[in-house]
């Protein structure tokens, strides 16, 4: 089935963040589903196919983000994946993100304008 906007998938513990970020995400003309942990956004992610997934580095658990990243890798070809991470340029200097098979980094607090161009510059609109 065609979607008529480009759905983006949104993991994070913290549900005020999410709430932001689907609010930052759906002012650009795209559909959000959010997960609250890394566990549930694989199951979403099998369910819903996203056209572009935004991961954080940090959740309840260390490493968490990284494993789900390499968890969904593993389901085969997988759209642009960006992590998010309060430690921002630092990581993108330290780490070698295209390894891990993400398309990028954003630093929280996350910038709309960044983000939203981010997106554009992924999937259109």
């Known amino acids: 089935m065609k979607r008529d906007k480009p759905l983006i998938l949104c993991v994070d513990d913290d549900a005020d963040f999410l709430d932001s970020m689907k609010t930052i995400i759906e002012s650009g003309s795209y559909s959000v589903e959010t997960a609250g942990s890394a566990e549930e956004g694989l199951r979403k992610f099998k369910a819903v196919k996203p056209d572009l997934v935004v991961v954080d580095l940090m959740m309840e658990e260390v490493d968490s983000g990284v494993n789900f ?8 070809a997988i759209p642009p994946v960006y992590m998010l991470s309060s ?20 630093q929280k607090p996350i910038n709309p304008q960044i983000l939203l161009s981010t997106l554009k510059a992924k999937l259109g609109r």
Request: proline letters at 0%.
């Open 69 to 76: 990243v390499k968890e969904i890798k593993a389901l085969g």
């Open 87 to 106: 430690v921002g340029d630092g990581l993108s200097l330290s780490t070698d993100y295209s390894a891990l098979g993400l398309s990028g980094v954003l």
